[in-house]
């Protein structure tokens, strides 16, 4: 990896080639992690954008479609899909909210409960295990370190708010 990019940043003397390594060891990354969890999670009928979305709802037993589109960063189209499969699987619930009947809200079933109780203890080791070799410290500076790039990222896809 280091010497194709090594390679390409000659080619184009401008390429952030260290900015370029992190890119693809965060895209490795998170890539392996994602394969685990949909491996994991294939066998109960779940994928990683319908787990994280009914984790979402799992923690905070009700939610808007509005809400978990901006929490998980889908489109509307794409969470009516979610939403839909989950209610299809009896993990939640879809209901007209009692202050204001012209918004959906979407509730955790018992099901939806047992089911998250059932799923995330085999996660855990899997989690251990990628981060066993940080200490505390290392944990706390990739935590902050990642934040800062997701509020960089953040910056660069909003619109630009000068006059």
Known sequence: MDEGIGRVGEIFPDLPVQEV????????VG??????LERDLKP??????????LM?????????PT??????????TNMTRIANALVKAGLITRATSAEDRRRV?????????????????????NVHGAFASL????????????????????????PDSRP
Do not use: W
């Open 105 to 125: 809200v979407l509730s955790i079933t018992t099901a939806g409960k047992r089911l998250v109780r059932k799923i995330l203890p085999p996660l855990f080791p």
């Open 44 to 53: 109960h009928g779940l994928n990683e954008s319908d787990f994280r979305t």
């Open 21 to 28: 390594v992190l890119t693809r060891l965060l895209l490795l």
């Open 135 to 158: 200490t505390a410290n290392d944990k706390r500076t990739l935590d902050r370190l990642l934040r800062q790039i997701a509020v960089n990222i953040d910056s660069l896809t909003q």
């Open 31 to 36: 890539g392996n992690l994602l394969g685990e």
């Open 67 to 76: 809400e978990l589109c901006d929490y998980a960063q889908q489109g509307a």
């Open 56 to 64: 979402m709802i799992y923690s905070r037993g009700s939610a808007t």
